[in-house]
């Protein structure tokens, strides 16, 4: 049985499929009102290259999400420049292909030779550019993240705004000892390793992955209805997640890790930082305080400290799987806070 996380995965998956069916559709019809004349332009002709322009983004949608499924299972990513020029060459083949399918399909026989010679050497060109551009698009969102590619475009952050956000850390527990036993490349392969197999779960409870800072990501999430509970669900997945990779990462590296995670919410405030190289940066005493639990943790050796202020945005049922540690003083802040083992 799928988790929640699992089928809000699918349903967000899904959402973007539609998504990406509008602005295929959108893009057939001005094709058609574009490139072909106006004697051309009937209802039921608009009709036909929205469909093919539909299919197309389904079939680009596939073939880009098949690409990332094979990196996953072989758990091996080409350099980005062989993976950019692969996929935009493949993407650019999958576009030629479809429209020669979806010809077919829409009449009912397969397109003639005469079509071929027509119509081929006015799409190779346009599909080879639109592969390029799409695979160029994607390879910039993976690098700054989506989001904030879009935050950067629209200038969302320009100028810092407060927001109320929850705030958590998810730190890799004894890196010195794994650094010492590893080496450096060693440590760093697995930390990646790592952060790659546990950012599905992030995605999965809607979190936006703000940063790496040397052993330890930050993630984040709005302080919207429900995401409270979504933030402790993530908590407790990212263990049995663990759990899971544990024999794969012993076999590898001879290591089972494990995370220490805190969160926190409240006002932050977000903005833009850096000019050689651009960020969107939380500052505050939220992000502060989840830091400062992430070290009361490794104190108390707990694995998951969630502070009052997030569960008193949660649904009541997770005080019944939170442990008080009553309030608790932490370092470079005068006032305790109230904090909870889950």
Known sequence: ?????????????????????????????LYRLIFDPASEREAAQFARSMAQGMLLATALFLADN???ALE??????????????????????????????????????PPSLAWLRQILPRVLGPALLIGFLIQAAVSVASLVG?????????????????EERIVMFADLVGSTRIAERLGEAGAQELLATLFREIDPVFRGH???????????????????????????????ELERRLRDLGPGFEARFGVRPELRVSAHAGPVA?????????????????????????????????????????????????????????PRPLRGRAEPVELFAI
């Open 270 to 326: 977000i903005g833009e930082i850096g000019e050689s190289r651009k960020q969107i940066a939380l500052l505050g005493d939220v992000v502060n305080v989840a830091a400062r639990m992430e070290e009361e943790a490794k104190a108390r050796g707990e694995r998951f400290l969630a502070s009052e202020a997030l569960l008193e945005r949660a649904a009541p049922a997770w005080r019944g799987r939170a442990r008080s540690l009553g």
């Open 72 to 109: 996953a299972r072989y758990r091996r990513r080409p350099p980005l420049l062989a993976s950019f020029l692969i996929r935009a060459i493949a993407l650019s083949g999958v576009i030629v292909v479809t429209i020669a399918a979806s010809e077919a399909l829409l009449t009912g026989h």
């Open 206 to 236: 809607g979190a936006r992955v703000m940063s790496y800072v040397g052993d330890a990501v930050i993630v984040t999430w709005p302080c919207e209805a429900g995401n409270a509970d979504r933030a402790l669900a993530c908590g407790l």
């Open 66 to 68: 098949a690409f990332t």
């Open 1 to 29: 049985m799928a988790s929640q996380a699992e089928r809000r995965r699918r349903l967000g998956a899904l959402g973007l499929l539609l998504f990406f069916m509008l602005i295929g559709a959108a893009g057939g019809a």
């Open 146 to 162: 989506l989001s904030e590619l879009l935050s950067f475009v629209l200038g969302r952050y320009r100028r810092p705004i407060i």
